[in-house]
């Protein structure tokens, strides 16, 4: 089976902390490959996001599918996704990541955002987005960066959350 699933990175893993490189066409056929994959491995997590340097790969690319249990699956594959436009109006919603298994925490972003990027068929696109898809959009673009949630919050919490995770990481180690 062609997708077969990939691990996916936990933090401190230090590539998740990369700033990606924007694809080309000489990656054409690598993005052709990955993307399934990554999309099996969202599906399978299971997750709404995800983007490449959590499966290890620093391509600027992301998947993302927000459709709920009850809809048909709506899978995107964006490559090169930039935030080309972002509103003054902040939302906070709870978020947590693959990458920080077990940590939740309320973030403040851009309540709506434009964005560019590219799809598989190296075609422009451009959308709007608020609500869960302009949250995840915004979170899987964090990564292609090498930011993640936590450090969206105050250095306090940040430090107490990934304390905990560390701990916990340990715990299941020790087992
Ligand atoms: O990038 C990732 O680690 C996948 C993230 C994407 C995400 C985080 C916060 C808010 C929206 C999307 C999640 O772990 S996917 C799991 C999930 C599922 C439903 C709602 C929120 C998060
Ligand atoms: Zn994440």
Redesign the pocket.
């Known amino acids: 089976m062609i997708d077969e699933k990939l691990p996916?990175l936990i933090v401190p893993d230090a590539r998740l902390r990369l700033k990606a490189r924007p694809v080309g066409p000489a990656d054409d056929d690598i993005v052709r490959a990955l993307a399934p994959r990554m999309l099996a491995t969202?599906y399978a997590?299971?997750?709404?996001?995800?983007?490449a340097p959590?499966v290890g790969s620093n391509l600027r690319l992301i998947v993302?599918d927000?459709a709920g249990k009850e809809e048909a699956p709506a899978p995107m594959v964006l490559i090169n996704p930039e935030i080309i436009a972002a509103t003054k109006e902040m939302a906070l919603?709870?978020?947590?990541?693959?990458?920080?298994p077990g940590q939740y925490a309320d973030?403040e972003r851009p309540e709506r955002i434009k964005l560019r990027w590219l799809d598989l068929e190296g075609s422009r696109q451009e959308m709007e987005a608020e609500g869960?898809l302009g949250?995840?959009l915004q979170?899987?673009i964090d990564?292609l960066n090498g930011v993640l949630?936590v450090d969206h919050l105050s250095p306090l919490k940040r430090n107490m959350m990934l304390r905990k995770l560390a701990k916990e990481l340990k715990k299941a180690r020790d087992e």
Do not use: K, N, T
Not at 93 to 100: A, H, P, Q, T, V
């Open positions: 996916i969202m997590a299971p997750g709404i996001g995800l983007a959590q993302v927000v919603r709870e978020e947590g990541c693959l990458s920080l973030v869960l949250v995840c979170h899987e990564h949630f």
